[in-house]
Each structure stands twice: as structure tokens, then as C-alpha cells.
């Protein structure tokens, strides 16, 4: 049960995040990396309340 909270969870942040991903890469930011930039200068954090690096946006970015 527990499991399935946590993927429900993590598949409605990807969805919030995804229109302010695609925002971002139409200002003009073409790596993971520079992704992951600009989402740490506007403050939005992780889900763990971390910064974001290139490899947690590809995640987020290959979620269904």
C-alpha cells in the first residue's frame, strides 16, 4: 500500500512540474543540466526538499 501512495505521489509531482520543465526549455535552456539550474535559482525544490541535478529532471522527465 505504502508503495503505491509513494508512485501516485511521485507521478502527480512530475505532472505539476512538467508544464514549468517545458517553460523553461522554451526560455532557451537545452541541457538537464541547465534545467536543473534554473528550477534551484526559482526555489523549487526536490521532492525531498533537496537541489535538483541533471540526472533527478531525467527522471522526472521519463516518467509516464
Known amino acids: 500500500m505504502a508503495l503505491k501512495v509513494r508512485k501516485e505521489s511521485a507521478e502527480n509531482r512530475a505532472s505539476d512540474l512538467m508544464p514549468v520543465i517545458e517553460s523553461i526549455k522554451a526560455e532557451g535552456a537545452t541541457s538537464l543540466r541547465?534545467?536543473?539550474?534554473?528550477?534551484?535559482?526559482?526555489?523549487?525544490?526536490?521532492?525531498?526538499?533537496?537541489?535538483?541535478?541533471?540526472?533527478?529532471?531525467?527522471?522526472?522527465?521519463?516518467?509516464?
Open 34 to 64: 541547465q534545467i536543473a539550474a534554473v528550477l534551484n535559482e526559482r526555489g523549487i525544490t526536490t521532492a525531498r526538499g533537496g537541489e535538483w541535478s541533471a540526472v533527478q529532471v531525467q527522471r522526472l522527465m521519463g516518467r509516464p
